[in-house]
């Protein structure tokens, strides 16, 4: 079974400094790992993917993400925030033996929110 | 990537009621996914659904009250049925890209925000 721990329901963090969200998952086999943000009253956007390779995954919105296999970490990172990027972080894993039309598995999510 | 829409964007509905809420997508695709996102919850899987077949649920959610239909690759529509409040929540509707490569994302429509009094 497949699973995605975010432990910190909320962030806080002062605007420009560096913010980190916290995501750890759990797959029999080897994953690929998304991050998701929802902005009030919208959708899911899709923010970045590790799939291969390089261990830190560069996504929109100057965000990046750094895959810890020993850690079952996939920790979402910015270097310095912006108020606009208050709002809700989802972190998700699929199993690499499934395929595109194996659903994502989400974690519960976690509120950042950045204070001017 | 695909562009999702979904009709309508919020509705407010009396108990014992039915919402059918549509989902649109600009490309063809094999798989769309309904989810359910409860009041500062995560996103909950209510079923999968492939064109041509019966929609698959996930557990502790079942047909007569989540009816699903996926006349064609680019529409399917979600059924809440005799609402109660407890099913308000944001239903979204969720599409993989056609390719079946597992590191492909989905992406997701805007939501319908349910609210039952």
């Known amino acids: 079974a497949q699973s995605v721990a975010q432990p910190e329901d909320q962030v806080n963090v002062a605007e420009g400094n560096p913010l980190t969200v916290k995501c750890t998952y759990s797959?029999?086999?080897?994953?690929?790992l998304f991050w998701y943000v929802q902005y009030p009253n919208r959708g899911l956007q899709f923010l970045l993917k590790?799939?291969?390779?390089?261990?830190l995954v560069k996504g929109s919105y100057g965000f990046e993400a750094e895959f810890n296999k020993s850690q079952t970490s996939f920790h979402l990172k910015k270097p310095s925030a912006l108020v606009s990027d208050s709002a809700l972080y989802f972190c998700?894993?699929?199993?690499?033996?499934?395929?595109?039309?194996?659903?994502?598995?989400f974690g519960k999510g976690t509120r950042l929110s950045v204070i001017a | 990537s695909a562009v999702i829409s979904q009709k309508p964007s919020r509705d407010i509905c009396q108990r014992g009621t039915s919402l059918t809420i549509q989902c649109q997508v600009d490309?063809?695709?094999?798989?769309m996914f309904w989810y359910r996102q409860q009041p500062g919850q995560s996103l909950t899987l209510i079923a999968t659904?492939?064109?041509?077949?019966?929609?698959?649920?996930e557990s502790g959610f079942v047909i007569d009250k989540f009816p699903i239909s996926r006349p064609n690759l680019t529409f399917s529509t979600l059924t809440v049925s005799n609402m109660s409040p407890e099913d308000s929540s944001i239903y979204l509707c969720?599409?993989?890209?056609?390719?079946?490569?597992?590191?492909?994302?989905?992406?997701f429509g805007p939501g319908t925000r349910l609210t039952v009094l």
């Open positions: 969720s599409v993989g890209t056609s390719g079946t490569s597992s590191y492909n994302e989905q992406f």
């Open positions: 797959v029999s086999g080897n994953p690929y």
């Open positions: 590790y799939i291969t390779g390089d261990n």
């Open positions: 998700a894993v699929r199993d690499r033996r499934g395929s595109g039309n194996t659903p994502l598995v």
């Open positions: 490309s063809q695709v094999t798989m």
């Open positions: 659904a492939n064109q041509g077949s019966e929609a698959t649920y």
